[in-house]
């Protein structure tokens, strides 16, 4: 069996074919220097939570190469012959260049971030490797620097500014939508631009991006709207795609924009030919249709499953409903299934209601704010998507609300739920239960 990406997908599929064939031949090819890095944990190694990058890597490639998979760091696959069943594979640092036969293949090659059409922006290098984090923090901590830009304000961008902004650096996050965290509703992303401004960030939004300068070959300045604004830093957070040529040139489908695969991340025409995470589409649960969702936690079981199902077994990937949680300054953030927004564009019809309510019983000490927002269906009452924020709480609430939206629940139903209540950890209607009450009473008005 060949991998291709030495990642969550590619080494989770490496690590599983593994333990259910003791004798199977495995090489797996990663064209960076680190095998089953989290890149999740980026924002936080930057932001001085822990030192040693060493920390983001949970398996190396030596401890692979100790059970038994033949990994081969710094080389990359050029190109896929699925006749021949051969790659061709470059090895980065001779520069020499190879075939290798597989039987099986697993394509987990990732995404790559894209660079927005401004000048200089194809200079700044992408912080999405434990390497490029270590360049990019060994440089900010060696010349003591300032000031910081970062470009887009998803939740990578958000991350990334709030570890700047911790560093003590004067950081300006910029976005060219008029809300920031657009995986959000605007009315409830407005909560995460108030906690990232008033941990000193500067909010430019609806911003057009002229330039950015370099000096030396390094970032001085982000020219905005006619502003110059000091940049010693720049992150680029802009968006991903999911890396697809190589399978594109060797005759994969795509669909989405990402590698086409069944339910059993098969892909469709070539037997023994697997692919998973980023690289590929998953089946939206909600939206009925296949989606690039670029997430740890699909990458991980999709490249189990390929490797389940490449060594015999039979395991099909449930599909995705979206759901992802982040902090950011004050507040845990977290949304799953689909926001009234992505109901608009898909052209379903939603109701929708917003509740604001405490993290803790009222006279509890250490109570705040939390944000609920859900979206249903008309009619049926379905759950199809929920929003949170909040200083507390979030991560336990919206996997409730993840549970509800996977298995069709009606908010009529959920407004009883019996969810565990103390004083500690919620008022005794827990936020959910207010919302489920006011969709439900939406609902009817509807
Ligand atoms: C800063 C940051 C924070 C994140 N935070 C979260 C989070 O909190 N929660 C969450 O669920 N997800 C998060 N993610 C997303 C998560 O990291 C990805 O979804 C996950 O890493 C995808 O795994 P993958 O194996 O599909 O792809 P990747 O991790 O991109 O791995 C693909 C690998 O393939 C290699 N490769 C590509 N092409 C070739 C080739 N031709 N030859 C050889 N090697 C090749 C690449 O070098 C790469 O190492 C975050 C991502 C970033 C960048």
């Given at each position: 069996m060949a991998v291709i990406g030495g990642d969550a997908a590619g080494m989770s599929a490496a690590a599983t074919a593994r333990r259910r064939d003791s004798d199977l031949e495995i090489v797996a090819f990663?064209?960076?220097?680190?095998?089953?890095?989290?890149?999740?944990?980026?924002?936080?190694?930057?932001?001085?939570?822990?030192?040693?990058?060493?920390?983001?890597?949970?398996?190396?490639?030596?401890?692979?190469?100790?059970?038994?998979?033949?990994?081969?760091t710094r080389h990359e696959v050029t190109a896929i012959d699925l006749d021949q069943r051969e790659l061709t594979v470059r090895d980065l640092d001779t520069r020499s260049e190879r075939t290798e036969g597989f039987d099986t293949l697993v394509y987990a090659t990732g995404a790559e971030a894209v660079a927005p059409p401004i000048p200089g922006a194809d200079m700044v290098e992408p912080v999405r490797t434990v390497d490029a984090a270590e360049r990019f923090r060994n440089t900010m901590l060696r010349r003591d620097d300032t000031c910081a830009v970062v470009i887009g304000s998803g939740y990578i961008g958000m991350e990334m500014a709030e570890a700047l902004v911790g560093r003590g650096l004067s950081v300006t996050l910029i976005d060219r939508l008029d809300q920031v965290?657009?995986?959000?509703?605007?009315?409830?992303?407005?909560?995460?631009?108030?906690?990232?401004?008033?941990?000193?960030?500067?909010?430019?939004?609806?911003?057009?991006?002229?330039?950015?300068r370099h000096e030396g070959?390094?970032?001085?300045?982000?020219?905005?709207?006619?502003e110059e604004i000091p940049a010693q830093h720049v992150v680029l957070a802009t968006g991903v795609r999911p890396l697809t040529k190589l399978a594109e040139e060797a005759g994969l489908e795509l669909v989405a924009g990402a590698v086409r695969t069944d339910d059993h991340q098969r892909c469709p025409g070539f037997d023994g030919v697997y692919a998973?995470?980023?690289?590929?589409?998953?089946?939206?649960?909600?939206?009925?249709?296949?989606?690039?969702i670029q997430l740890g936690t699909h990458a991980?079981?999709?490249?189990?499953?390929?490797?389940?199902?490449?060594?015999?077994?039979?395991?099909?990937?449930?599909?995705?409903?979206?759901?992802?949680?982040?902090?950011?300054?004050?507040?845990?953030?977290?949304?799953?299934?689909?926001s009234e927004r992505e109901a608009a564009d898909a052209g379903i019809e939603v109701v929708a209601a917003e509740v604001?309510?405490?993290?803790?019983?009222?006279?509890?000490?250490?109570?705040?704010?939390?944000?609920?927002?859900?979206?249903?269906?008309?009619?049926?009452?379905?759950?199809?998507?929920?929003?949170?924020?909040?200083?507390?709480?979030?991560?336990?609430?919206?996997?409730?609300?993840?549970?509800?939206?996977?298995?069709?629940?009606?908010?009529?139903?959920?407004?009883?739920?019996?969810?565990?209540?103390?004083?500690?950890?919620?008022?005794?209607?827990?936020?959910?239960?207010?919302?489920?009450?006011?969709?439900?009473?939406?609902?009817?008005?509807?």
């Open positions: 990663e064209r960076g220097p680190y095998t089953s890095y989290s890149a999740c944990g980026i924002p936080y190694y930057i932001g001085g939570a822990f030192d040693d990058s060493d920390r983001l890597i949970s398996r190396s490639p030596d401890e692979f190469r100790s059970s038994g998979v033949d990994v081969h965290f657009p995986s959000l509703d605007a009315d409830m992303a407005g909560h995460v631009q108030d906690a990232a401004e008033s941990d000193g960030i500067r909010v430019l939004l609806s911003a057009e991006i002229e330039e950015i070959g390094r970032p001085r300045a982000v020219l905005v709207d006619g998973a995470g980023d690289c590929v589409a998953s089946w939206h649960r909600v939206l009925k249709e296949p989606a690039n991980n079981k999709q490249g189990r499953i390929a490797g389940a199902n490449a060594t015999g077994a039979d395991i099909a990937f449930p599909g995705v409903i979206g759901t992802a949680i982040s902090r950011i300054c004050r507040y845990e953030v977290a949304r799953t299934g689909i604001k309510s405490t993290t803790r019983a009222g006279y509890y000490p250490g109570t705040g704010p939390i944000w609920v927002k859900l979206v249903a269906e008309p009619g049926s009452g379905r759950l199809l998507g929920g929003q949170i924020v909040g200083v507390e709480g979030a991560a336990k609430r919206i996997d409730v609300l993840a549970t509800c939206v996977w298995t069709g629940m009606a908010v009529s139903e959920m407004e009883l739920l019996d969810l565990a209540y103390a004083p500690p950890f919620s008022g005794v209607y827990d936020p959910l239960l207010v919302a489920a009450r006011e969709t439900a009473k939406a609902l009817a008005g509807a």
